[in-house]
C-alpha cells in the first residue's frame, strides 16, 4: 500500500474510532449531568463575550444566554446548572471566584482558560497597531510563557477542578483559529494571520495536553470553525470592533452555537 494511501487509511479508522468513543462519552456526560448538575466555568469564549443577549445579572462578566454553556443547559435541563465563566478570566480568576459551584455530587464541568493568561489581547493590539515583525516578536513572547509558565497554571486550575468534583466529567476546551488564509481580506497581512492562527494552534496543543495528563477530555473547536473564520465571507468571528472593542476577535452567537456547543455535545 502506498504511504499515501496507508495514512489516509489510518486517519480514516482513528477517526471512526474517535466518533464511536466521544458518542459514548456523550451520553456517559448528560447522564452524569442528569444527575449531578452542569458547571461553566472559564473566560469570554465561555462566558459568550461577542454573542450579545448578557444576563444583566452577570455584569462585566458579561454571561450570554447565546453562550454555549447557557444552550447546552436549555437543551439537556441538567440537575442544576452554574454558569460562572467570566469575561477576561485568567487562570488565577477561576481558581479565586468560579469553583463554589463544584462539588462531590458535580456530573459535567466545561472550561476554555489560558488565552488571557498567555497575553491574548495584547498579542491582537500589537498584531493590529505594529508591523509584521512587531507582531511576530509579540507571539514569539506569548509562545515562550505558553512553554514555561502556562502548563504550571493550568495544573492548579485542573488540579483544583478535580479535587472539587471528584466524580464530574471535565471537558475542556480550546480556541479557533481566527483567520482564513490566502482569500482576499482587508485588515492585517497574511503573515500576521497565519502567525496568528500559529499561535492558536501552539495554544490549544499545550492545553490539549494538561488536559490529557489529568484524564480530561478536550474539545477542539478548530474543526467546526472552519471555513468561517474571519477573512472567509462566512464569520463566526468578530474583527477588529471600533464600536465595542470588548467583542473584538470573539465568537458571534453563530460561533457559540455553531462552533462550540456542537463540540461540546460531542464529548460531554
Known amino acids: 500500500m502506498r504511504r499515501s494511501r496507508l495514512v489516509v487509511f489510518v486517519s ?23 444527575t449531578g448538575g452542569y458547571v461553566a466555568l472559564g473566560d469570554s469564549y465561555s462566558s459568550g463575550v461577542g454573542a450579545g443577549s448578557y444576563l444583566s445579572s452577570s455584569g462585566a462578566c458579561k454571561r450570554s444566554t447565546k453562550a454555549y454553556p447557557y444552550l447546552w443547559n436549555a437543551a439537556h435541563a ?32 466545561s472550561i476554555t ?17 505594529s508591523s509584521d515583525s512587531g507582531c511576530l516578536s509579540r507571539i514569539d513572547i506569548a509562545r515562550a510563557y505558553v512553554d514555561s509558565t502556562l502548563p504550571g497554571k493550568l495544573d492548579g486550575v485542573y488540579s483544583a477542578i478535580r479535587s472539587k468534583a471528584p466524580g464530574a466529567r471535565v471537558v475542556v476546551i480550546g480556541y479557533p483559529r481566527f483567520y482564513r488564509l490566502g482569500a482576499l481580506c482587508l ?19 499545550a492545553v490539549a495536553r ?13 474543526a467546526p470553525f472552519g471555513g468561517h473564520e474571519i477573512c472567509s465571507g462566512s464569520s463566526w468571528l468578530h474583527s477588529l470592533n471600533l464600536l465595542n472593542i470588548g467583542e473584538s476577535y470573539h465568537p458571534t452567537a453563530s460561533g457559540q452555537s455553531g462552533g462550540y456547543l456542537p463540540v461540546l455535545d460531542s464529548v460531554a
Open 12 to 34: 480514516s479508522v482513528l477517526l471512526a474510532l474517535g466518533a464511536a468513543l466521544t458518542g459514548a462519552g456523550s451520553a456517559q456526560g448528560s447522564q452524569l449531568a442528569a
Open 78 to 109: 441538567p440537575a442544576s446548572f452554574t454558569f460562572a465563566a467570566c469575561s477576561g478570566a485568567r487562570t488565577g480568576d477561576v481558581l479565586a471566584s468560579q469553583l463554589g459551584g463544584l462539588n462531590s455530587s458535580t456530573g459535567l464541568v
Open 113 to 129: 482558560v489560558g488565552g488571557n493568561d498567555a497575553g491574548f489581547a495584547d498579542v491582537m493590539t500589537t498584531c493590529v497597531t
Open 187 to 205: 485588515g492585517l497581512s497574511e503573515t500576521k494571520r497565519s502567525a496568528i492562527n500559529g499561535a492558536a494552534d501552539y495554544l490549544d496543543a
Open 210 to 222: 494538561r488536559a490529557a495528563a489529568h484524564g480530561f477530555v478536550f474539545g477542539d473547536v478548530r
